[in-house]
């Protein structure tokens, strides 16, 4: 061909030369778009090279939908032709086959007929709602955790989703902030191994399943170190800690092949998440080659105006395309800004051209140019939302959940024999309360009651007295008359305390995590009728409650346990069901020691010595330093003993591993299940290292009598730490090594030195 031949021309016949719609849109062969890389990203270079700039900027584009199958209006109108023109890359809010079908063939109305992404937030559940994530973090259980991701993402799957925003892989150390909630709480050795199990879950090992959906980790990052625990706060930290305890979680979602991230509402050190080049350029999309695409999360784009971080929402959309911000939900700042921003120079078409491959290699991968309705078929919907396993499995993770704080003489279970139980509280008949925040499905006669759980169980042998006492807030005291005497016939009280469903959640941070109202009070009242009080406590987040921790004499903190809540609760008082949950987050004994998460604890430069001993060292002079409960506590029905520790050598060079092990005894009458956990801590670095941090667990199931030898690896990875210079190292010297039952009940203890 003549060298001469003008360059725009070449072009033109290039274009010429590229497949139609029906080449690149109707390939029937939905398993190579799962396993064949080269092939989705031909059919992406090939889609890409016949859009138009404004086609591309349309795929970064995100609304939500709940008025767009509803009753005629401007905002549906709008969001219709917009959609019909290529304008729009994904919907959230439109949910079930019917919905999802009929805004999908709006999209392949449009010129090169892509289809849509619907995404919606399934946090703990789609139809069943399983506990809320810090309630399953408490299992320590990552295959049942995995499984609840699982029958999350194939209920919506059936309902046409094909993208959630989850899982939140946020570190959470503060509990006045809400969104504690929504994570898997403060350790980030625990956090990590949730994230990836979460992602497995919802994603399976590979995207192209109509039983999974693409997972999102989010908010990254740094998000649940919020400034005073207040959401959508700014943050400030080290780099050190950001490396260390934030960004692990994100890394290993990101290993675990999570199809999409959501960057964060918060400002990291002075840069707001979405605008940060920093987190999304250099360490998501650079250091850790992540191939999937950023979402920002609602409007957050918009808000770098408010932030002052930019002068408008055209600055907004330039600052955060360039920082690696891909697709724009709700801002609508790149549908209005982008397009210029390229026209004029200051945004290069190839950022835009990055983003845009990144969204559609994922609507490949998903099989949806093979079949835009694949995840909207009527029957399969019908067949998934009414398999009783999915019941089934709410039911078994709501039970793995639930942490028994104290059992004073034995007051659970209920194995002995009680003529009438009282069970008393404002949350004893609650339905919506048991599905916590973020949930999908309102409809409340699928939720079980605790009164309608333990009114099953109990038969016909007990009687179950009912009494509400008091609402969850509010100072009144009208229905603790009737309490009282309902109590004083009963053989046992059962009182129910905690939070309402939105008292915890996004938007819900609080200066006061005390119990609320007065349900203490009300506990005091029937304390005092000198029958025996069990308590259940339910809500999002650790809540303080002294007089109850002191007096009761038994505690189970249920957290927000789901549809099967009421159930999953008869099973364990009953005792058909040994309570074996540990706690993920730390809880506190007033709002002043906040924070105080186990691995922020350092031995500082005055150490308590003695106990008691405060005078001039790092203590409080009105409160001891040690928490209500400690992170990793947790009781059961039966008890464990730990002995005859073993390690395989005292030393080891980099390259090798140790092995420690001990052995693990049911001393109980039942079988029941202990999370064993593994702790290390470098007493002489180069960076100050904390008392102790995990690494390792096991939960290990045993019969009355059994014992079992466990068995924990020391390596380099357990050993290393980011030193000043953000450098992973394992520095030589002597490591000391703890196992126990939870971070301040070590049973037993050794050393190693890495030469």
Not at 44 to 53: I, S, Y
Request: hydrophobic fraction near 40%; charged fraction near 25%; proline fraction near 5%.
């Amino acid at each position: 061909m003549n060298s001469s031949f003008p360059k725009h021309l070449l072009a033109l016949l290039f274009l010429s030369l590229l497949p139609g719609p029906a080449a690149w849109a109707q390939k029937k062969n939905p398993a190579s778009i799962a396993t064949s890389t080269p092939d989705v990203e031909r059919r992406v270079v090939e889609l890409l090279a016949r859009m138009t700039l404004e086609e591309k900027v349309g795929q970064l584009n995100q609304y939500s939908g709940r008025e767009v199958t509803g009753p005629a209006s401007d905002r549906k109108n709008t969001l219709l032709a917009s959609i019909r023109a290529g304008q729009v890359g994904s919907m959230l809010n439109v949910k079930g086959v019917k919905d999802t079908r009929e805004i999908q063939a709006e999209a392949l109305k449009s010129r090169l007929k892509i289809p849509l992404l619907f995404s919606l937030d399934v946090i703990h559940g789609y139809q069943t709602t399983f506990p809320i994530p810090l309630g399953e973090a408490a299992s320590w259980d990552l295959e049942a955790i995995r499984l609840g991701a699982h029958v999350a993402a194939r209920e919506a799957a059936a309902s046409g989703i094909h993208w959630t925003f989850a899982p939140m892989v946020d570190i959470g150390r503060d509990p006045r902030w809400g969104r504690v909630m929504e994570g898997a709480g403060e350790d980030t050795y625990l956090g990590s191994l949730i994230a990836k199990a979460r992602v497995l879950g919802f994603q399976g090992e590979k995207l192209g399943g109509t039983d999974a959906v693409m997972a999102c980790a989010k908010h990254f990052a740094a998000y649940g170190a919020a400034i005073a625990g207040r959401d959508y706060n700014a943050v400030d930290m080290s780099p050190q800690q950001l490396w260390e305890v934030y960004l692990p979680p994100f890394k290993a979602a990101a290993d675990a092949g999570v199809a999409t991230f959501m960057n964060s509402f918060n400002a990291l050190n002075g840069i707001p998440a979405t605008g940060s080049a920093y987190l999304q350029r250099d360490i998501l999309k650079g250091q850790w080659q992540y191939p999937g695409f950023v979402v920002s999360d609602w409007g957050s784009i918009g808000e770098l105006v408010n932030w002052g971080y930019a002068a408008d929402k055209t600055a907004a959309a330039q600052k955060a395309i360039t920082a690696g911000s891909d697709m724009d939900m709700e801002s609508d700042a790149y549908h209005k800004n982008l397009a210029q921003l390229v026209q004029t120079g200051q945004v290069k078409i190839d950022l835009v051209d990055d983003a845009v491959r990144r969204v559609l290699r994922k609507k490949f991968e998903l099989g949806l140019f093979d079949d835009a309705y694949r995840f909207s078929d009527e029957q399969r919907e019908k067949q998934v939302l009414s398999d009783p396993q999915n019941r089934a499995a709410a039911r078994r993770m709501a039970q793995k959940s639930f942490v028994l704080l104290k059992n004073e003489n034995a007051t659970l279970p209920l194995t002995k024999p009680l003529r009438r139980v009282a069970l008393i509280g404002p949350l004893a008949k609650a339905k919506r309360d048991l599905n916590g925040s973020w949930t999908v499905d309102t409809d409340t006669t699928r939720i079980t009651s605790l009164y309608e759980g333990l009114r099953q169980r109990a038969g016909k042998t007990t009687e179950l007295l009912y009494a509400k006492g008091c609402e969850i807030t509010g100072d009144s005291r009208a229905g603790f008359e009737q309490a009282i005497a309902t109590a004083k016939n009963a053989d046992l009280i059962l009182l129910t305390v905690g939070e309402a469903w939105d008292m915890s959640g996004e938007a819900k941070s609080r200066t006061d995590i005390h119990m609320p109202g007065a349900q203490e009070e009300l506990f005091q009242a029937l304390k005092a009728t000198g029958k025996p009080v069990a308590v259940v406590v339910f809500g999002g987040r650790p809540l303080i409650f002294d007089t109850i921790a002191e007096q009761a004499d038994a505690i189970l903190y249920a957290w927000w346990p789901g549809s099967e809540g009421g159930t999953a609760l008869a099973d364990v008082l009953y005792g058909d069901y040994n309570p074996a949950g540990k706690l993920p987050i730390t809880f506190p004994r007033s709002m002043g020691q906040i924070p105080i998460a186990y691995s922020q604890q350092y031995s500082t430069g005055r150490p308590i010595t003695r106990p008691g001993e405060i005078r001039y060292k790092s203590a409080y002079i009105d409160a001891p330093n040690t928490p209500r409960y400690a992170f990793g506590y947790g009781l059961s029905y039966t008890t464990f003993n730990y002995s005859d520790l073993k390690i395989s050598r005292p030393q080891m060079r980099t390259g090798e591993s140790v092995q420690v092990s001990f052995t693990l005894t049911n001393t109980g009458n039942v079988a029941g299940e202990e999370v064993t956990q593994f702790y290390l801590r470098d007493p002489v670095a180069s960076v100050v290292r904390p008392l102790k941090e995990l690494k390792d667990f096991r939960k290990i199931s045993l019969r009355s009598g059994e014992s079992k030898t466990v068995t924990f690896t020391i390596d380099k990875d357990k050993l290393a730490f980011y030193n000043s210079k953000l450098e992973w190292v394992a520095e030589p010297g002597k490591f000391n090594f703890m196992v126990g039952s939870a971070s301040d009940d070590i049973r037993l203890e050794g050393s190693m030195e890495l030469l």
